[in-house]
T-cell receptor, first 112, second 113 residues
Framework: QKEVEQNSGPLSVPEGAIASLNCTYS??????FFWYRQYSGKSPELIMS????GDKEDGRFTAQLNKASQYVSLLIRDSQPSDSATYLC????????????FGTGTRLTIIP | DVKVTQSSRYLVKRTGEKVFLECVQD?????MFWYRQDPGLGLRLIYF???????EKGDIPEGYSVSREKKERFSLILESASTNQTSMYLC????????????FGSGTRLTVV
């Protein structure tokens, strides 16, 4: 089992709909969770972080964390063509660990 | 604005050359990282450093070395470049503890011919 697992996609969503991206992780001791967006040919940029169970909203983005199920998700409301990118889930797998472990990413395409 | 700057956006080098990739950050971050990113393999950690002159191997250190003489600068060295080191190289930095995530540089696309 991979330490951080994502469905590679591609995931196609109509413009204006909700895009749902999922990530599971292996270590119950994980404390910090991040979503990065990466446009083709560019470097990853941090869009959301979450540390506690529940939902965290920032504009059109909502991160959801369920530590019991070892599951973190990202919802993008009112999807726009500019949201088309690869989304990387990253987890700080052990408390105090200096490193993030990344999933391989989900490629999202928003269809106009 | 937080900046992590990588010295080159694109590089083409010959097999056997010694290659230096430079990364500078201006956020006073203690931690710095070098990753490579390849299609289907995701981000793989090469080396990281949590303090000046300190370094630790990541998951794929073979064929690479690093240098951190100053807090803001972290260099990746390919001792003798090979074609299988053709990749996108990403530098990142962070505060200790992993709570705030990384800030990435813009990346260096290295081609070894």
């Amino acid at each position: 089992q991979k330490e951080v697992e994502q469905n590679s996609g591609p995931l196609s969503v109509p413009e204006g709909a909700i895009a749902s991206l999922n990530c599971t992780y292996s270590d119950r001791g994980s404390q910090s969770f991040f979503w990065y967006r990466q446009y083709s040919g560019k470097s990853p940029e941090l869009i959301m972080s979450i540390y506690s169970n529940g939902d965290k909203e920032d504009g059109r983005f909502t991160a959801q964390l369920n530590k019991a199920s070892q599951y973190v998700s990202l919802l993008i409301r009112d999807s726009q063509p500019s949201d088309s990118a690869t989304y990387l889930c990253a987890v700080n797998l052990n408390f105090g660990n200096e490193k993030l472990t990344f999933g391989t990413g989900t490629r999202l395409t928003i269809i106009p | 604005d937080v900046k992590v700057t990588q010295s080159s956006r694109y590089l083409v080098k010959r097999t056997g050359e010694k290659v230096f990739l430079e990364c500078v950050q201006d956020m006073d971050h203690e931690n710095m990282f070098w990753y490579r990113q390849d299609p289907g393999l995701g981000l793989r950690l090469i080396y990281f450093s949590y303090d000046v002159k300190m370094k630790e191997k990541g998951d794929i250190p073979e064929g690479y070395s690093v240098s951190r003489e100053k807090k803001e600068r972290f260099s990746l060295i390919l001792e003798s470049a090979s074609t299988n080191q053709t990749s996108m190289y990403l530098c990142a930095s962070s505060f200790p503890g992993g709570r705030e995530g990384y800030t990435f540089g813009s990346g260096t696309r290295l081609t070894v011919v």
